[in-house]
């Protein structure tokens, strides 16, 4: 879904009253601390923390990317996109922030406003190891965040959607599960949908490299288009060039930047 232009401060549908567009600063992708002192927060990434007197739902990540001059990534129901400045300690979020308008069921729609609104209210910001604090004029705490993690090794992930080789990123097949994991020796194992693969990988700096892949050779009927699937996905995976973690969901890129697979932690 396009993400619909709105100003900061402006109530949205789909969440409730009073939470703000382009505010939730959340996290798109795993990445460190920026190299360059005058832009602390350029090239972070984050997953909320704690957010004063609101839980945070178990389906729910909100997450936050400093990038290129914006913040972008999920407040746990809607994704967003906004300008920023940020410097000395000083922080401002938009105006003219974007952001998809799906409806969620509470708490997550709760969650997503309250964050959304304190996030509005940040006038400052200040890292504390691998913590950011958002801070309003009086110096309170609005919301904390944690890094995001960049590592594979060490994890499981189920496949939503992979590219079918025809120009389309479908989701996958009801009935049918696909499985990868990325284990700490280099390599990668996991299921199609009916078989078993592994395959080797390298990763560094967002950059992600699979394959060559290999496969039992079981036929499978059901689903219907189970091995068309696992085929297209197999195929998929040994395009990979990037990859980007956020909260805990998984991007997988190809060179060009198409969308190659997407994940949630297993």
Not at 13 to 36: E, F, I, K, N, Y
Request: proline letters at 5%; aromatic letters at 4%; hydrophobic letters at 40%.
């Amino acid at each position: 879904m396009s993400p619909a232009p709105s100003r900061l401060g402006v109530s949205r549908r789909g969440l409730a009253a009073g939470s703000v567009l382009g505010v939730a600063l959340m996290a798109c992708t795993a990445v460190s601390q920026s190299d360059d002192p005058s832009r602390p927060l350029q090239d972070t990434a984050w997953v909320l923390a704690m957010l004063p007197g609101i839980a945070t739902p178990h389906a729910a990540t909100p997450t936050l990317r400093f990038e290129a001059g914006r913040v972008q990534g999920s407040d746990g129901c809607n994704r967003y996109g906004a300008p920023y400045t940020g410097a000395s300690g000083r922080l401002q979020i938009g105006p003219n922030g974007m952001s998809t308008q799906m409806a969620c069921p509470e708490p997550v729609s709760r969650l997503a406003a309250s964050f959304n609104a304190a996030l509005a209210k940040a006038q400052a910001y200040r890292i504390d190891a691998k913590t950011l604090l958002l801070l309003d004029a009086a110096g309170a705490t609005l919301a904390s965040f944690v890094a995001q993690g960049t590592e594979l090794a060490g994890t499981a992930w189920q496949v939503t959607a992979y590219n079918n080789g025809k120009q389309a990123v479908v989701s996958v097949t009801a009935g049918s599960k696909i499985r990868i994991e990325f284990m700490p020796d280099g390599r990668v194992r996991g299921s199609g949908g009916c078989n078993s693969f592994s395959a080797g990988y390298t990763s560094s700096a967002g950059q992600l490299a699979i394959g060559p892949v290999g496969a039992t050779r079981r036929a499978c009927a059901e689903p219907d288009g189970v091995m068309a699937q696992e085929a297209a996905f197999l195929r998929a995976l040994e395009a990979v060039a990037s990859a980007r973690r956020e909260g805990d969901r998984l991007e997988l890129r190809t060179a060009t930047g198409a969308l190659a697979a997407t994940m949630i932690q297993d």
